[in-house]
């Protein structure tokens, strides 16, 4: 597709579960990232990946946050051990890489823990 | 530490009215700013950027914001509000570490009303 694409689109998980939240960016950006929106919150910033290594991790709230990129395209968010507090809306962009460009989000995987 | 802010939670505005919604950003040196626009249901779409150059910025949608280094200020304008710009709005900063890494603002909802 033209657009960053995440998936599920919803996910309703138990707390104490693992979670996994997929995102497929642009075609040919090598620039990824992950944020998370809480309710009337903007955007935080979570990790950056620069091709598949993981520029900056700065963002995760704790080693229960996991993020991977294998191939430099897809990338996978990872939740262990979910909490209520872990329900938010999480974003992923992508972007060229190079200069100072928009980034081009997805609509984002809507995450509530029961 | 660099960060925006967005005064207000929400602008009311009549159709046909000029819009404004106000921005101000904290940052050491120069700064790149952007708006997005995220509608109901839907990611974060770009609106404009700011990196250097002219002060009046022109976007998507007809949307257009001034950069005011003395007052540290990026408004967001239209000259004619339309009811299908009702929408939340975020300004963001680039962060210094040389990647397209975003912190936004908390996010001004805009009503305009027919």
């Known amino acids: 597709g033209a657009g960053v694409s995440q998936t599920p689109s919803n996910k309703v998980t138990e707390k104490g579960k693992y979670v996994e939240l997929r995102c497929d960016p642009i075609?040919?950006?090598?620039?990824l990232y992950w944020y998370r929106q809480s309710l009337g919150q903007g955007p935080e910033f979570l990790i950056y990946?620069?091709?598949?290594?993981?520029?900056?991790d700065s963002g995760l709230p704790n080693d229960r946050f996991f993020a991977v990129r294998p191939e430099g395209s897809v990338s996978t968010l990872k939740i262990q051990r979910t909490e209520r507090g872990d329900s938010a809306v999480y974003l992923c962009?992508?972007?060229?890489?190079?200069?100072?460009?928009?980034?081009?989000f997805g609509q984002g995987t809507r995450l509530t823990v029961v | 530490a660099q960060s925006v802010a967005q005064p207000e939670d929400q602008v009311n505005v009549a159709e046909g009215n000029p819009l404004t919604v106000k921005c101000t950003y904290s940052?050491?040196?120069?700064?790149?700013l952007f708006w997005y626009v995220q509608y109901p249901n839907r990611g974060l779409q770009f609106l404009l950027k700011?990196?250097?150059?002219?002060?009046l910025v022109k976007g998507s949608y007809g949307f257009e914001a001034e950069f005011n280094k003395s007052q540290t200020s990026f408004h967001l304008k239209k000259p004619s509000a339309l009811v299908s710009d009702s929408a939340l709005y975020f300004c963001?900063?680039?962060?210094?570490?040389?990647?397209?890494?975003?912190?936004f603002g908390a996010g001004t909802r805009l009503a305009v009303h027919p």
């Open positions: 075609s040919g950006h090598t620039a």
């Open positions: 962009a992508s972007s060229l890489g190079q200069g100072v460009g928009e980034a081009f």
């Open positions: 700011y990196i250097t150059g002219d002060n």
């Open positions: 963001a900063v680039r962060d210094k570490g040389g990647y397209n890494k975003l912190i």
């Open positions: 940052v050491s040196g120069n700064p790149y």
């Open positions: 990946f620069q091709g598949t290594g993981a520029a900056d």
